[in-house]
């Protein structure tokens, strides 16, 4: 072993061979920092598996454990109600509900879903493997179709109407208040979400270029007014691809980020907006329990700190699919599912933290080892150069 050292010792200390030894220890050094920092750049606690499910999901709700959902599943223009729940076989998986109507909407929380079809249809629902529950509100007149609801099962938030006229109402048991429309009639409404002091509404500018499709982002404050109809406030209206998902939030400075095609806001209590990221194309977001965001949009998977300038680009473990949709936090996971939602992606975000600190303070100590043994070669020629040893 000595012999070997002494050898290797004299080939570093040849004039001719130091030149090339030191190009390539330098190459070694850097092959090595580049190799290192693009494997910690691929997310770690990402799991794949495939759902049974053949279409688009539209619609998601998961139940605080993570386990069991509620989802409107698209397939050819038709949409349906399905539930991931424990099936007989004793595993977890997705079956088709018959609410014996034709379902447009889902909303609540928790245990407690609600859901609504055309014709003023109601149901509610506290297990995904249970039975649905039909309510029969008592609409003023003839039901109207149902566009989006929110709330838990003895009150909540109705969007109600037509393509060309909506009213938001809230209900209280069985009792439904007056409806409330937005004084612009150009302005639609298509989304509502209960939150601290009230709801958030999204909608869209229906005054735009037909041919350009929905456009504007719409952003309304709805609060409750007993057995009247609601008050609704404007707190922005923008120009852009309009807003497509309301994510409430809970023991935080804010109550809602609210997410379009351009662009991601977040609302404070005092009904206040901030921007909070600039991202063309998003099409899909949930927030974890740090409050990190997490979005997909044209480019692929993005995480974003409320507060920081930039979003980090994520990449995924190779053979994971970044066309992704239907973004939520589920339990301590973020879900997303494939476009034709027949694979579900869940993304441990503490896997995230835990790895990549573990993956940087291992590449930080062998970089630092290399440098020592460089050091520890070149002092070692330097002083048998100088007979110092």
């Known amino acids: 072993m000595a012999n070997t050292f002494e050898r290797l010792f004299a080939f570093i200390e040849s004039p001719q061979e130091r030149p090339w030894v030191a190009m390539g220890a330098l190459a070694i050094f850097f092959l090595i920092g580049a190799s290192w920092m693009n494997q910690a750049q691929v997310l770690p606690g990402v799991s794949v598996s495939e759902t049974g499910l053949n279409g688009s999901i539209t619609d998601i709700i998961w139940d605080d454990d993570g386990m069991e959902a509620l989802a409107l599943v698209e397939t050819n223009g038709q949409t349906d109600l399905f539930a991931r729940t424990l099936l007989d076989s004793g595993d977890w998986g997705w079956q088709a509900l018959d609410c014996g109507c034709n379902v447009t909407s889902i909303g609540g929380g928790g245990d407690e879903w609600v859901i609504g079809g055309q014709s003023g249809w109601m149901g509610v629902l506290t297990s995904a493997g249970g039975e649905i529950s039909p309510r029969s509100l008592n609409w003023a007149g003839e039901g109207p179709d149902i566009i989006a609801l929110d709330g838990g099962i003895s009150s909540g938030w109705i969007i109600a109407g037509d393509s060309s006229v909506q009213h938001v109402h809230t209900w209280n048991g069985l009792e439904v208040s007056e409806g409330a429309t937005y004084p612009i009639s150009e302005i639609a409404l298509n989304d509502v979400v209960e939150v601290a002091g009230g709801a958030l509404i ?188």
């Open 202 to 389: 999204i909608g869209y500018d229906r005054s735009s270029n037909p041919t350009l499709g929905m456009s504007s982002e719409v952003l309304i404050d709805a609060a409750r007014n007993s057995s009247s109809a609601p008050h609704l406030t404007l707190l922005h209206r923008g120009a852009g691809s309009p807003f497509h998902t309301i994510v409430p939030m809970d023991d935080s400075s804010f109550i809602a980020i609210i997410a379009g095609g351009d662009a991601i806001y977040a609302v404070t209590m005092d009904r206040n907006i901030h921007r909070v990221v600039d991202s063309i194309g998003i099409k899909s977001i949930a927030i974890d329990s740090d409050e990190v965001i997490w979005f997909v949009n044209q480019n692929g998977l993005y995480t974003h700190n409320i507060g920081d300038e930039n979003s980090a680009e994520i990449v995924l473990p190779n053979g994971v699919n970044d066309d992704l949709l239907g973004a939520s936090f589920s339990g301590d996971n973020v879900v997303m599912f494939s476009s034709d939602a027949s694979n579900r992606v869940t993304i441990d975000p503490s896997a995230q933290h835990s790895v990549l600190r573990s993956l940087s303070l291992l590449g930080d100590l062998i970089l630092v080892m290399t440098f020592i043994g460089f050091a520890g070669f070149g002092g070692h020629a330097l002083l048998r150069k100088h007979e110092l040893i």
